[in-house]
């Protein structure tokens, strides 16, 4: 970006430029910042520019002024920006000259400082540059834009629909099943030699793909001179909006190697062969006020969770290929919990859930339901595993939720289960019933089971918010010898357990504070052991670095009647920004003499594109062991290959070279990476120009566009531009989101071409590529007035929102107009559309109501220009149009009464 000063002179005048002006620092020391902008706690697009300079941030004042939505012109000399107020009557001049303002100039555009800017336009300012965040307030009267923003959420509050259909997201395509659609795998070997001078080699491996219209999952690891150590294959579908294999209600079918259903004073028997049906949604949380977070990764990698954007803990992948995060603690409301996965070679991969608490009841009339049996701990091919069982034995569940009212749900469960986690356990029965309720901002669960050897429970909890904060009681019992799975503490069965749990925002304090959560945990065993744990969690963000500190206190009643006292901080840190990525966890006791009990720090750093150094120390708490390791990692874009080393005190090493790969099929071939291609989903986009504008690719009379920039989302997708024949791979791609897929204009090789469709949301599915077509059309344009009339004038109006509405009722664009009134739709494809003024706004003080213009654009990208809005400047609201000019035949128009 070029800072240029304010010159005296005509150049300037004649641009309509305030004169005189000078900047305050050389262009070396300008750093341009892309803001994005938040009002009322809501988003606004598009991002707006700033420079900073020595400190200073300077603002576009124009761009400032329409963000706020008050009216505004400028000066005939453009030394004076006059911004209108609440009332038509005045206008406050706001200078933007450098004598006063302290104002430059960059590209043509007018930059103030902050606090001018807040001082000037009545508003309250607040940016945080190390997110690019720019928050705007009314310093008093509410400003228009704040308005606009309750209005609207009260509407979708209320859930009221105005007289035109209101825009919303693209309709989601589904990715279509197939009889057989090649598979997606990530695949990694790795080879080491130890001080002794033993090597060994091995492998896993994740592939998934679809075979007779099922997804099938195989993950198999072991040494290369031996058979696997574990085998693992699952069939079946699974869908986040339910409608698998055609019901409604079914929204998860499994058959393989399987988990069970959590549940209530059960537990959940491990993953064994069997089959898994979920006839309830998929983010319903395994209890009412906790829920387990678990998914495959590759071995070696490390999985950070996060609940709405605090990080919660960190562990790294184990052998078996899975992350497990046990009794993750949920909030009354909406809980989004995002694990981020992180490669050794700096790989990274995300994967999002959203439960929500309070409003996860079963509709009145509703079923909701699971059931599955399974052999726990048995493989279903376990006779190529070199390995024993846990468990000998058939387990399986099933539960019924009915919704009798909108707060209120019965359920019934039956189950068969290991009841002790002891390997050769016997199996127990089970039964019980739960009720659920929520009453306000208030949830309640209480449930009773029996077991068929003997014995019963019972326990009542629950989970509300208190303004921001959000407290939880559970209490649980267990009597006559009840023993499950859910029942043990270190493997000693429990006779009772109590939890309060209170998290709380500290944003009432001040910004950047993060939260805090307290929890008291009382046990007591069947032993008569007795202990007795508290906490306290402090959860933050500090330039960029996530905190999760935690001080835990523990007191244990021993049988003989002595105690033991123990306390310690647990603690973990993650940090992301630029090339840099680290991530630590340490636990530090304080009983007795105080001791670094056991920590694992991890940091890695990109060099280049290519080339990552990382590297690591550790303590581990049962060895007792100290040590440390550094690798060298080389992205060759289809693999990743990595060397290191690493070393404990007692003077042992190991020295390793490894090797991952990720590979798919697109229509040109094989596809070799270095990023995870297994578990996420994969889109293969075709971009073409639709001479023969029936939206599907014709050979010989379209064509395909090359180096055309996709975005995924609304941003840039790395990597992501067309080839020769319109083609591009998109990996990566979460599942269970809809991925909103669309085209940088700018890149395409005419001003005129546009999509047909501005985005295509598409729902990824593990393991399958879907191949989408994207077709481009020529475009027109459709522009027009807004004028103010009375008997004696004519006058343009600015500041009047305008909606581009397609055939389909949805809004596609929206307009404000400028200064002499006028208003301008670009890149419009070729159809039927209707240009409305949007309601809810006031013109002359008389709301604004239905008013629209027909029009259509015709197949070879057509212009309409002239189509005008006219309002009463008495107040009388609109009294007419004014007719188009079509600049080329072939394109129409017509006008319908307000």
Same mark, same amino acid.
């Given at each position: 970006?070029?800072?240029?000063?304010?010159?005296?002179?005509?150049?300037? @005048?004649? @641009?309509?430029?305030?004169?005189?002006?000078?900047?305050?620092?050389?262009?070396?020391?300008?750093?341009?910042?892309?803001?994005?902008?938040?009002?009322?706690?809501?988003?606004?697009?598009?991002?707006?520019?700033? !420079?900073? !300079?020595?400190?200073?941030?300077?603002?576009?004042?124009?761009?400032?002024?329409?963000?706020?939505?008050?009216? &505004?012109?400028?000066?005939?000399?453009?030394?004076?920006?006059?911004?209108?107020?609440?009332?038509?009557?005045?206008?406050?001049?706001?200078?933007?000259?450098?004598?006063?303002?302290?104002?430059?100039?960059?590209?043509?555009?007018?930059?103030?400082?902050?606090? *001018?800017? $807040?001082?000037?336009?009545?508003?309250?300012? $607040?940016?945080?540059?190390?997110?690019?965040?720019?928050?705007?307030?009314?310093?008093?009267?509410?400003?228009?834009?704040?308005?606009?923003?309750?209005?609207?959420?009260?509407? =979708?509050?209320?859930?009221?629909?105005?007289?035109?259909?209101?825009?919303?997201? +693209?309709?989601?395509? $589904?990715?279509?099943? @197939?009889?057989?659609?090649?598979?997606?795998?990530?695949?990694?070997?790795?080879?080491?030699?130890?001080?002794?001078?033993?090597?060994?080699?091995?492998?896993?491996?994740?592939?998934?793909?679809?075979?007779?219209?099922?997804?099938?999952?195989?993950?198999?690891?072991?040494?290369?001179?031996?058979?696997?150590?574990?085998?693992?294959?699952?069939?079946?579908?699974?869908?986040?909006?339910?409608?698998?294999?055609?019901?409604?209600?079914?929204?998860?079918?499994?058959?393989?190697?399987?988990?069970?259903?959590?549940?209530?004073?059960?537990?959940?028997?491990?993953?064994?062969?069997?089959?898994?049906?979920?006839?309830?949604?998929?983010?319903?949380?395994?209890?009412?006020?906790?829920?387990?977070?678990?998914?495959?990764?590759?071995?070696?990698?490390?999985?950070?969770?996060?609940?709405?954007?605090?990080?919660?803990?960190?562990?790294?992948?184990?052998?078996?290929?899975? *992350?497990?995060?046990?009794?993750?603690?949920?909030?009354?409301?909406?809980?989004?919990?995002?694990?981020?996965?992180?490669?050794?070679?700096?790989?990274?991969?995300?994967?999002?859930?959203?439960?929500?608490?309070?409003?996860?009841?079963?509709?009145?009339?509703?079923?909701?339901?699971?059931?599955?049996?399974?052999?726990?701990?048995? =493989?279903? /091919?376990?006779?190529?595993?070199?390995?024993?069982?846990? *468990?000998?034995?058939?387990?399986?569940?099933?539960?019924?939720?009915?919704?009798?009212?909108? %707060?209120?749900?019965?359920?019934?469960?039956?189950?068969?289960?290991?009841?002790?986690?002891?390997?050769?356990?016997? /199996?127990?029965?089970?039964?019980?019933?739960?009720?659920?309720?929520?009453?306000?901002?208030?949830?309640?669960?209480?449930?009773?089971?029996?077991?068929?050897?003997?014995?019963?429970?019972?326990?009542?909890?629950?989970?509300?918010?208190?303004?921001?904060?959000?407290?939880?009681?559970?209490?649980?019992?267990?009597?006559?010898?009840?023993?499950?799975?859910?029942?043990?503490?270190?493997?000693?069965?429990?006779?009772?357990?109590?939890?309060? =749990?209170?998290?709380?925002?500290?944003?009432?304090?001040?910004?950047?504070?993060?939260?805090?959560?307290?929890?008291?945990?009382?046990?007591?065993?069947?032993?008569?052991?007795?202990?007795?744990?508290?906490?306290?969690?402090?959860?933050?963000?500090?330039?960029?670095?996530?905190?999760?500190?935690?001080?835990?206190?523990?007191?244990?009643?021993?049988?003989?009647?002595?105690?033991?006292?123990?306390?310690?901080?647990?603690?973990?840190?993650?940090?992301? =920004?630029?090339?840099?990525?680290?991530?630590?966890?340490?636990?530090?006791?304080?009983?007795?003499?105080?001791?670094?009990?056991?920590?694992?720090?991890?940091?890695?750093?990109?060099?280049?594109?290519?080339?990552?150094?990382?590297?690591?120390?550790?303590?581990?708490?049962?060895?007792?062991?100290?040590?440390?390791?550094?690798?060298?990692?080389?992205?060759?874009? /289809?693999?990743?290959?990595?060397?290191?080393?690493?070393?404990?005190?007692?003077?042992?090493?190991? !020295?390793?070279?490894?090797?991952?790969?990720?590979?798919?099929?697109?229509?040109?071939?094989?596809?070799?990476?270095?990023?995870?291609?297994?578990?996420?989903?994969?889109?293969?986009?075709?971009?073409?120009?639709?001479?023969?504008?029936?939206? &599907? *690719?014709?050979?010989?009379?379209?064509?395909?566009?090359?180096?055309?920039?996709?975005?995924?989302?609304?941003?840039?997708?790395?990597?992501?531009?067309?080839?020769?024949?319109?083609?591009?791979?998109?990996?990566?791609?979460? +599942?269970?989101?809809?991925?909103?897929?669309?085209?940088?204009?700018? %890149?395409?090789?005419?001003?005129?071409?546009?999509?047909?469709?501005?985005?295509?949301?598409?729902?990824?599915?593990?393991?399958?590529?879907?191949?989408?077509?994207?077709?481009?059309?020529?475009?027109?344009?459709?522009?027009?007035?807004?004028?103010?009339?009375?008997?004696?004038?004519?006058?343009?109006?600015?500041?009047?929102?305008?909606?581009?509405?397609?055939?389909?009722?949805?809004?596609?664009?929206?307009?404000?107009?400028? /200064?002499?009134?006028?208003?301008?739709?670009?890149?419009?494809?070729?159809?039927?559309?209707?240009?409305?003024?949007?309601?809810?706004?006031?013109?002359?003080?008389?709301?604004?109501?239905?008013?629209?213009?027909?029009?259509?654009?015709?197949?070879?990208?057509?212009?309409?220009?002239?189509?005008?809005?006219?309002?009463?400047?008495?107040?009388?609201?609109?009294?007419?149009?004014?007719?188009?000019?079509?600049?080329?035949?072939?394109?129409?128009?017509?006008?319908?009464?307000?």
């Amino acid at each position: 970006m070029r800072l240029l000063h304010f010159l005296a002179g005509a150049a300037m @005048a004649t @641009a309509g430029l305030p004169t005189g002006a000078s900047a305050s620092a050389s262009p070396e020391t300008a750093d341009p910042r892309l803001l994005r902008v938040r009002v009322a706690a809501e988003e606004i697009d598009p991002a707006l520019d700033a !420079i900073l !300079i020595d400190g200073v941030l300077y603002l576009p004042a124009v761009r400032l002024v329409e963000l706020i939505e008050r009216p &505004h012109r400028l000066s005939e000399d453009g030394q004076t920006l006059l911004v209108g107020g609440r009332e038509p009557t005045g206008e406050t001049p706001i200078s933007l000259t450098a004598a006063e303002a302290g104002a430059i100039i960059e590209d043509g555009a007018v930059f103030i400082p902050m606090p *001018y800017a $807040e001082a000037a336009f009545s508003i309250d300012l $607040e940016a945080d540059l190390e997110r690019d965040v720019l928050t705007v307030r009314s310093a008093g009267t509410p400003l228009p834009v704040e308005e606009r923003l309750a209005r609207e959420a009260g509407w =979708r509050r209320r859930a009221i629909v105005g007289t035109e259909p209101e825009s919303g997201p +693209p309709p989601v395509t $589904e990715t279509p099943w @197939a009889l057989y659609a090649p598979v997606m795998g990530d695949v990694a070997v790795n080879a080491r030699t130890d001080s002794d001078g033993a090597g060994s080699v091995d492998y896993n491996a994740l592939i998934i793909g679809e075979l007779a219209w099922l997804t099938h999952e195989l993950y198999v690891s072991g040494p290369a001179d031996g058979g696997p150590d574990d085998l693992r294959l699952t069939s079946g579908r699974r869908d986040y909006d339910g409608g698998v294999f055609g019901i409604p209600s079914l929204y998860e079918a499994a058959a393989g190697d399987v988990m069970g259903h959590t549940v209530p004073m059960v537990g959940r028997p491990p993953m064994g062969r069997g089959v898994s049906l979920g006839g309830r949604p998929l983010t319903q949380p395994a209890e009412f006020d906790v829920t387990r977070v678990e998914g495959d990764a590759l071995p070696g990698w490390d999985a950070e969770l996060y609940r709405n954007d605090e990080l919660v803990s960190i562990q790294r992948i184990g052998p078996d290929g899975r *992350y497990r995060f046990e009794d993750v603690a949920l909030s009354f409301g909406r809980n989004r919990l995002l694990v981020r996965l992180y490669g050794p070679q700096g790989q990274m991969r995300e994967t999002v859930q959203t439960i929500g608490i309070g409003a996860d009841m079963a509709p009145p009339g509703a079923v909701r339901w699971a059931a599955f049996v399974n052999q726990p701990d048995r =493989r279903l /091919f376990e006779g190529l595993l070199d390995r024993r069982p846990r *468990y000998d034995g058939v387990a399986g569940s099933v539960m019924l939720d009915v919704g009798l009212t909108r %707060s209120l749900s019965v359920g019934a469960f039956a189950a068969r289960s290991p009841a002790s986690s002891r390997t050769g356990s016997d /199996f127990a029965s089970y039964g019980g019933v739960v009720v659920r309720t929520t009453v306000g901002p208030v949830a309640v669960e209480a449930a009773a089971a029996a077991r068929e050897a003997g014995g019963w429970a019972w326990r009542a909890g629950g989970l509300t918010s208190l303004g921001p904060a959000s407290l939880t009681v559970r209490h649980e019992e267990y009597l006559d010898g009840y023993r499950s799975l859910d029942t043990e503490l270190a493997a000693i069965p429990l006779r009772r357990f109590s939890r309060v =749990r209170l998290s709380t925002p500290l944003s009432a304090l001040g910004p950047g504070l993060g939260s805090i959560s307290l929890s008291a945990d009382r046990s007591e065993l069947v032993s008569g052991r007795q202990e007795t744990a508290a906490r306290l969690n402090w959860r933050v963000e500090t330039r960029g670095i996530n905190f999760d500190h935690g001080v835990e206190y523990r007191t244990e009643r021993r049988i003989d009647g002595s105690t033991l006292d123990q306390a310690f901080y647990a603690g973990a840190a993650s940090l992301t =920004r630029g090339p840099l990525s680290a991530r630590a966890a340490l636990r530090y006791g304080f009983s007795g003499e105080s001791d670094l009990e056991t920590y694992d720090v991890s940091i890695q750093y990109r060099l280049s594109d290519t080339l990552i150094v990382s590297t690591g120390m550790f303590r581990d708490q049962m060895s007792g062991l100290t040590g440390g390791n550094f690798g060298i990692s080389r992205d060759l874009g /289809f693999a990743f290959l990595n060397l290191g080393a690493s070393w404990d005190d007692n003077g042992e090493y190991t !020295i390793g070279a490894g090797l991952t790969v990720s590979f798919g099929f697109d229509s040109r071939g094989p596809r070799l990476s270095s990023r995870p291609q297994a578990r996420m989903g994969a889109i293969e986009p075709f971009v073409f120009l639709d001479r023969g504008g029936d939206g &599907h *690719y014709q050979a010989g009379v379209d064509e395909p566009l090359a180096d055309v920039q996709l975005l995924v989302n609304r941003y840039p997708a790395p990597a992501a531009r067309t080839d020769a024949g319109g083609r591009a791979w998109l990996t990566g791609l979460a +599942p269970g989101e809809p991925v909103r897929l669309g085209v940088d204009a700018s %890149s395409l090789p005419d001003a005129f071409l546009a999509p047909a469709r501005a985005e295509i949301a598409v729902e990824p599915r593990p393991g399958r590529a879907f191949r989408l077509e994207i077709p481009i059309v020529e475009s027109g344009e459709i522009s027009g007035v807004v004028e103010l009339l009375d008997d004696t004038r004519r006058a343009p109006l600015h500041g009047v929102r305008l909606e581009l509405v397609d055939e389909q009722g949805e809004v596609r664009a929206t307009a404000v107009s400028m /200064f002499d009134g006028a208003w301008l739709f670009d890149q419009v494809p070729p159809g039927r559309w209707i240009v409305r003024a949007h309601a809810g706004q006031s013109v002359a003080g008389t709301p604004v109501g239905p008013a629209f213009v027909q029009t259509i654009v015709g197949p070879r990208g057509l212009i309409v220009n002239g189509l005008g809005f006219q309002f009463d400047a008495r107040g009388g609201g609109l009294i007419g149009y004014t007719a188009a000019v079509i600049d080329a035949p072939g394109s129409g128009y017509g006008r319908s009464p307000p």
